[in-house]
């Protein structure tokens, strides 16, 4: 079981700057690829960044050069710095732990923390 606790979500004015970190319990954190997720108010979730348990990292188009996700398998934390921040970027973020064995695929989510770019 992987429980996922996010933090760090707030207002910030356009242009601004957040970062997010989601605090994993388990000792297997290292072997999960793990995601920020956002879901805006009438829009589907959709994924923002990710990152594989060997460190590979993709982002959405959108946060290209703005957004920068890490990992610490050490403190079993992953971060998602956000530069740049526009009112689009405006949603609930979540932290996704995910792990594909064979046939067995296993998915956490953390509550979510609310994310709001307004002037």
């Known amino acids: 079981q992987v429980q996922l606790v996010e933090s760090g979500g707030g207002l910030v004015q356009p242009g601004g700057s957040l970062r997010l970190s989601c605090a994993a319990s388990?000792?297997?954190?290292?072997?999960?690829?793990m995601g920020w997720y956002r879901q805006a108010p009438g829009k589907q979730r959709e994924l923002v960044a990710a990152?594989?348990?060997?460190?590979?990292?993709n982002y959405t188009d959108s946060v290209k050069g703005r957004f920068t996700i890490s990992r610490d398998t050490a403190k079993n934390t992953v971060d998602l710095q956000m530069n740049s921040l526009k009112p689009e970027d405006t949603a609930v973020y979540y932290c996704?732990?995910?792990?594909?064995?064979?046939?067995?695929?296993?998915?956490?989510w953390g509550r979510g923390t609310q994310v709001t770019v307004s002037s």
């Open positions: 996704n732990a995910d792990r594909t064995v064979g046939i067995t695929h296993t998915i956490y």
């Open positions: 388990g000792s297997i954190f290292r072997l999960y690829a």
């Open positions: 990152v594989t348990s060997g460190g590979l990292k």
